[in-house]
């Protein structure tokens, strides 16, 4: 091949130059980077959302059956309703 023909390659470009493969390594190292980071971001939110619900769940459950016992020594009167009301008012702060 004479240096003044132009090389015609398979793909039907004329004198076009592909990445490398060196280069085409990074750049989808670097965009997976990238995507696994965007991942993870969202799923710490994620998770941490998920468990700050479970943890009010569990409190206003908790309050739920402490109140529930609150009301039963009540009615039992173990307790009396001064007792009750300050009981009551501190479970529900």
Request: net charge positive.
């Amino acid at each position: 091949m004479k240096e003044t023909e132009t090389k015609v390659h398979s793909t039907g470009g004329i004198g076009k130059k592909g990445l490398s493969p060196l280069s085409s390594t990074i750049i989808l190292l670097i965009v997976s980077i990238i995507i696994g980071i965007i991942v993870m971001s969202w799923g710490r939110s994620y998770v941490e959302q998920s468990v700050t619900q479970a943890d009010q769940n569990k409190i206003a459950e908790k309050q739920t059956t402490t109140l529930e016992d609150l009301n039963g020594r009540l009615t039992r009167g173990e307790i009396s309703k001064e007792q009750y009301d300050k009981i009551k008012a501190i479970l529900l702060t």
